[in-house]
């Protein structure tokens, strides 16, 4: 009788994945790291970090919730607008959230687009996101009280609410002095 070698006993343990295959548990992977259900190179668990289909910490994830949502300002007028507020997609790129300086950047309406500087005042935007005022300020040639920004044109100059004071002006010059009118 021919004696056959004793067999011996086959473990049943498999063997550690490689990075990028599927995981459930650390132990499944040679790296020690499933992300995800996925062996990865290492834990991966920096803000906006996750680890690629190869299996390498180099992906963005595209939003994290320890990246802050970005409130961005509401003064909206025709000369500027805001984006409005960020509350998803928070990362920018892998490592690293979305900021308010780069994600609140107005937006400017064109040099010249009609504005309401205040009631029945027409301007134009000045490409910077202001609306200029047409009105000049005082001891400035005008023909009516509606150029000036006092409301006041005064002998063809536009004047401050005030009358001028005994300082040897004449009417119609530009003033020294002025007090309010009482």
């Keep these: 009788m021919a004696r056959h070698p004793r067999r011996l006993p086959i473990s049943c343990v498999a063997a550690p994945r490689p990075n990028g295959a599927a995981c459930s548990l650390a132990t499944d992977c040679s790296s020690n790291s499933c992300v995800a259900g996925r062996c990865c190179e290492s834990a991966c668990n920096g803000?906006?970090?996750?680890?690629?289909?190869?299996?390498?910490?180099?992906?963005?994830?595209?939003?994290?919730?320890?990246?802050?949502a970005i409130?961005?300002?509401?003064?909206?007028?025709?000369?500027?607008?805001?984006?409005?507020?960020?509350?998803?997609?928070?990362?920018?790129?892998?490592g690293s959230c979305r900021d308010r300086a780069q994600e609140c950047r107005p937006t400017?309406?064109?040099?010249?687009?009609?504005c309401e500087v205040i009631n029945g005042v027409q301007?134009?935007?000045d490409g910077a996101g202001n609306c200029a005022d047409p009105r000049v300020g005082a001891g400035s040639v005008c023909t009516t009280g509606s150029q000036c920004t006092s409301g006041l044109c005064v002998s063809g100059i536009c004047r401050d609410p005030c009358r001028l004071v005994a300082s040897g002006a004449t009417q119609g010059s530009r003033y020294?002095?002025?007090?309010?009118?009482?």
Excluded: E, K, M
Excluded at 176 to 182: I, R
């Design 47 to 68: 803000v906006c970090q996750a680890c690629s289909g190869l299996g390498t910490c180099t992906a963005s994830p595209g939003d994290d919730p320890r990246c802050p």
């Design 71 to 94: 409130d961005c300002p509401t003064s909206n007028t025709v000369c500027v607008t805001y984006p409005s507020d960020i509350a998803v997609n928070l990362c920018s790129g892998f």
């Design 108 to 114: 400017f309406a064109p040099q010249g687009l009609a």
């Design 123 to 125: 301007g134009r935007c």
């Design 176 to 182: 020294d002095q002025c007090v309010l009118a009482q």
